[in-house]
Every structure is written in structure tokens, then in C-alpha cells.
């Protein structure tokens, strides 16, 4: 297991940037590929953008493609999510999470280790 926390979250407009962060302890972070995970009121979390132990392989969901991107420090072991161009539609609580192995196509389930959420919120 390894225990993660986020932050960097806020409230912005629109076309603004945020940059969030996960920092992991207990295990190595090296261990596990990550990803960022968001949920807005009344709907289900959703994946974000995923990235694998050595920053080899990325995953972005169509909405964020082009705006976001994650990145990782192993050496700190901290995680990032630049997020440019920021819209409505974005706002939501934004989670970090840690998984043992590189699904090509995540999902939350795939994911065991989670931080408490960060929250986003970008207004018009």
C-alpha cells in the first residue's frame, strides 16, 4: 500500500490553470503506476489521465486531451496534473491513485490505493 495525498486544488475561471500534486509514503512510488481520477456531484468518479512506473506510457481521457498533462517524479515521489484551459466541466473533486499494474484502459477498479481528493472548481 502506499498512502497519498493531494493538493493544489481551487477555484478558478475559465481558460485559467491549476497544478495539482500527489505526494505518496510507505511504499516506494516507483512501484506503481498512477493515475488522476475526478468526480463531480452526482455523477461516477472517472478516470482522468493515467501514467505508467517510468513515465513510459500515458493515458488521457478525450475530454482533457491537449489541456492536461501528468507527469511524475519518482525521486520525490510526487505525481502532477498540469491543467491548462481549464472549463466548467472540469470542476469536480480530483483524486490521485496508485495501481500494481499498467491498464491500457483504466478504470477506477484497477486503482487500490486512493488519496482524499482535491477539490476544482472553474467558473464562467
Known amino acids: 500500500q502506499v498512502q497519498l495525498v493531494e493538493s493544489g486544488g481551487g477555484s478558478v475561471q475559465t481558460g485559467d490553470s491549476l497544478r495539482l500534486s500527489c505526494v505518496g509514503s510507505g511504499t516506494p512510488f516507483s512501484y506503481f503506476s498512477m493515475g488522476w481520477f475526478r468526480q463531480a456531484p452526482g455523477r461516477e468518479r472517472e478516470v482522468v489521465a493515467t501514467?505508467?512506473?517510468?513515465?513510459?506510457?500515458?493515458f488521457y481521457a478525450d475530454s482533457v486531451k491537449g489541456r492536461f498533462t501528468i507527469s511524475r517524479d519518482n525521486a520525490k515521489n510526487t505525481m502532477y496534473l498540469q491543467m491548462n484551459s481549464l472549463k466548467p466541466e472540469d470542476t469536480a473533486v480530483y483524486y490521485c491513485?496508485?495501481?500494481?499494474?499498467?491498464?491500457?484502459?483504466?478504470?477506477?477498479?484497477?486503482?487500490?490505493?486512493w488519496g482524499q481528493g482535491t477539490q476544482v472548481t472553474v467558473s464562467s
Open positions: 491513485a496508485a495501481a500494481t499494474w499498467w491498464p491500457r484502459e483504466p478504470k477506477s477498479t484497477d486503482f487500490k490505493s
Open positions: 501514467i505508467s512506473w517510468s513515465s513510459g506510457s500515458t
